[in-house]
């Protein structure tokens, strides 16, 4: 019999989880759902204890019966009483104020009390689940109060959540506070997106299969596109996305993460440092644009009215909480340049947009055409290049597009699908994404988490086309209909250079 998967992987190390803004959205929507999918499949230990931290007056009792409403409306699959019951028990509760010491010294207590409790030797996951505006304060108060000092091998480690800064001095300057109060392999930055299946194939699927690897350079393939298409609009975020727009939001971090993954060199190892080299090399290569060539390369868009799955739906600044002038974009398309030996000439489209046809995430890697075509005596005067698809939501799967003849005694050709999906492994239990993330910041792999560099050398391409759109902010919003593909400008983006985008759906 096949192993599953759970029992191939150990359980995390005993610890301790403390949540700071135990009581937000992250929190119930995806964090207590992961954890309780984790104890499900056998992968939390056995010994752990979560300790949420807020502003509100309330005690172990509260958390538990408000978390205990909560999980049922949130949760992947159905909550088992008896599961339920001893992971309520391990539930408990800090109140206190970032600015106010005392907070500090209950909290360390309380951890003492837990470590004899649970068992939890000491180990403590912090995570920061609260605004990013209070992500600073936290890290100089746990480095201050000595909650992330290492002693008698146990371990401290910190989760944080994005947007990593907003620009690339804050970014540095984050970075600072944290290198500041702990060291940098005690850093977890998280983006859920790396946890997401498909994601973590793009590594087994370059270098695990042979057929792959020789052609996956600028000989062979034509131009690589990511797409990350949302059909919803900004979903009561309206104050936030005013603060960020979708390059903050989702370019700079999310698909900066899959370029790095489609384009990075073999790693000497699966060691996390050995893959966060290579992607920090292929973001260090991505040419920064001068302001010429961002008024060229880049398109950004905002969403008006429109009809998405057959409803009306409103434009962005008639969403609440945003400004009826607002000038944030919604949509945002970029041709990037990897100028190194592998991928010189090969251009990288990316695009990520609210309120598009289609909820898709999807890579798409398009090879060159054949050099010679020789079925024109039989009528065929144009040949579709081949064309990979690795689609990452919201059915994750893999295709590849090629030519075959249709049985006939004519030469017909028809583009035929050779395509994977993880349905073909069977029915797979639904997941938040944070699973497997949860899971590595207990045993301390930090492979799918962003360093330090990485997210400065993020900042580096994208600061220059945020300080440029800011200077010179767009003058036709709204300049696309909710439920299509976006602005006309973002398809003569590829159309220009001969090619077309391979709209999903």
Same mark, same amino acid.
């Given at each position: 019999?096949?192993?599953?998967?759970?029992?191939?992987?150990?359980?995390?190390?005993?610890?301790?989880?403390?949540?700071?803004?135990?009581?937000?959205?992250?929190?119930?929507?995806?964090?207590?759902?992961?954890?309780?999918?984790?104890?499900?499949?056998?992968?939390?230990? #056995?010994?752990?204890?979560?300790?949420?931290? +807020? %502003?509100?007056?309330?005690?172990?009792?509260? &958390?538990? *019966?408000? !978390?205990? $409403?909560?999980?049922?409306?949130?949760?992947?699959?159905?909550?088992?009483?008896?599961?339920?019951?001893?992971?309520?028990?391990?539930?408990?509760?800090?109140?206190?104020?970032?600015?106010?010491?005392?907070?500090?010294?209950?909290?360390?207590?309380?951890?003492?009390?837990?470590?004899?409790?649970?068992?939890?030797?000491?180990?403590?996951?912090?995570?920061?689940?609260?605004?990013?505006?209070?992500?600073?304060?936290?890290?100089?108060?746990?480095?201050?109060?000595?909650?992330?000092?290492?002693?008698?091998?146990?371990?401290? #480690?910190?989760?944080?959540?994005?947007?990593? +800064? %907003?620009?690339?001095?804050?970014?540095?300057? &984050?970075? *600072?506070? !944290?290198? $500041?109060?702990?060291?940098?392999?005690?850093?977890?930055?998280?983006?859920?997106?790396?946890?997401?299946?498909?994601?973590?194939?793009?590594?087994?699927?370059?270098?695990?299969?042979?057929?792959?690897?020789?052609?996956?350079?600028?000989?062979?393939?034509?131009?690589?596109?990511?797409?990350?298409?949302?059909?919803?609009?900004?979903?009561?975020?309206?104050?936030?996305?005013?603060?960020?727009?979708?390059?903050?939001?989702?370019?700079?971090?999310?698909?900066?993460?899959?370029?790095?993954?489609?384009?990075?060199?073999?790693?000497?190892?699966?060691?996390?440092?050995?893959?966060?080299?290579?992607?920090?090399?292929?973001?260090?290569?991505?040419?920064?644009?001068?302001?010429?060539?961002?008024?060229?390369?880049?398109?950004?868009?905002?969403?008006?009215?429109?009809?998405?799955?057959?409803?009306?739906?409103?434009?962005?600044?008639?969403?609440?909480?945003?400004?009826?002038?607002?000038?944030?974009?919604?949509?945002?398309?970029?041709?990037?340049?990897?100028?190194?030996?592998?991928?010189?000439?090969?251009?990288?489209?990316?695009?990520?947009?609210?309120?598009?046809?289609?909820?898709?995430?999807?890579?798409?890697?398009?090879?060159?055409?054949?050099?010679?075509?020789?079925?024109?005596?039989?009528?065929?005067?144009?040949?579709?290049?081949?064309?990979?698809?690795?689609?990452?939501?919201?059915?994750?799967?893999?295709?590849?597009?090629?030519?075959?003849?249709?049985?006939?005694?004519?030469?017909?050709?028809?583009?035929?699908?050779?395509?994977?999906?993880?349905?073909?492994?069977?029915?797979?239990?639904?997941?938040?994404?944070?699973?497997?993330?949860?899971?590595?910041?207990?045993?301390?792999?930090?492979?799918?988490?962003?360093?330090?560099?990485?997210?400065?050398?993020?900042?580096?391409?994208?600061?220059?086309?945020?300080?440029?759109?800011?200077?010179?902010?767009?003058?036709?919003?709204?300049?696309?209909?909710?439920?299509?593909?976006?602005?006309?400008?973002?398809?003569?983006?590829?159309?220009?250079?001969?090619?077309?985008?391979?709209?999903?759906?």
């Amino acid at each position: 019999m096949d192993e599953s998967p759970a029992t191939l992987q150990r359980p995390g190390d005993p610890c301790a989880i403390v949540i700071f803004g135990v009581r937000g959205d992250l929190t119930k929507r995806k964090l207590l759902p992961a954890l309780y999918n984790l104890r499900c499949n056998g992968l939390l230990p #056995r010994e752990f204890a979560i300790v949420g931290v +807020g %502003r509100r007056e309330m005690d172990d009792a509260g &958390l538990r *019966e408000e !978390l205990g $409403r909560e999980l049922p409306r949130f949760a992947t699959r159905p909550v088992a009483e008896e599961v339920w019951a001893d992971f309520r028990d391990r539930l408990h509760y800090v109140r206190g104020e970032i600015e106010d010491p005392a907070t500090w010294r209950n909290l360390a207590g309380r951890l003492a009390e837990l470590e004899r409790e649970h068992h939890t030797g000491g180990n403590v996951l912090f995570y920061l689940a609260t605004p990013p505006d209070e992500f600073a304060a936290l890290a100089r108060h746990l480095g201050s109060a000595g909650l992330v000092r290492e002693e008698n091998g146990a371990w401290r #480690r910190v989760v944080v959540e994005k947007p990593f +800064g %907003r620009d690339l001095d804050s970014a540095r300057a &984050l970075n *600072e506070v !944290l290198r $500041r109060a702990m060291r940098e392999d005690q850093v977890f930055r998280i983006d859920h997106y790396l946890g997401k299946e498909t994601v973590q194939n793009i590594l087994v699927f370059r270098f695990a299969n042979g057929i792959f690897e020789p052609i996956w350079n600028r000989r062979y393939i034509d131009h690589v596109q990511l797409t990350v298409a949302e059909d919803i609009g900004v979903e009561g975020r309206g104050a936030f996305y005013e603060q960020a727009g979708v390059l903050r939001d989702v370019v700079q971090n999310h698909m900066f993460q899959l370029l790095s993954l489609v384009a990075m060199e073999p790693p000497s190892s699966l060691a996390a440092e050995a893959v966060r080299n290579e992607k920090v090399k292929v973001l260090d290569a991505v040419r920064p644009m001068q302001p010429e060539e961002i008024l060229q390369s880049t398109v950004r868009g905002q969403y008006g009215d429109g009809l998405v799955n057959g409803q009306k739906v409103p434009a962005y600044r008639a969403e609440p909480d945003v400004s009826p002038t607002s000038k944030v974009e919604t949509y945002a398309a970029l041709r990037l340049q990897v100028e190194n030996w592998r991928w010189a000439g090969v251009p990288f489209y990316l695009r990520s947009g609210k309120r598009l046809a289609v909820r898709d995430t999807q890579i798409s890697i398009q090879f060159r055409r054949p050099p010679l075509l020789l079925f024109r005596e039989a009528g065929v005067e144009h040949i579709d290049p081949n064309r990979l698809d690795l689609r990452i939501q919201p059915d994750e799967s893999i295709a590849i597009q090629i030519k075959a003849k249709i049985p006939g005694p004519a030469i017909q050709l028809r583009n035929v699908s050779l395509d994977f999906s993880y349905k073909d492994f069977g029915e797979q239990p639904v997941a938040t994404g944070y699973e497997r993330l949860l899971h590595d910041c207990m045993i301390g792999d930090m492979s799918l988490f962003h360093r330090s560099d990485m997210v400065e050398a993020a900042w580096k391409v994208a600061s220059p086309i945020l300080d440029l759109w800011e200077s010179l902010p767009a003058r036709d919003f709204p300049n696309y209909a909710a439920g299509t593909w976006g602005p006309a400008a973002g398809d003569e983006l590829v159309v220009r250079d001969g090619r077309r985008w391979a709209n999903p759906g």
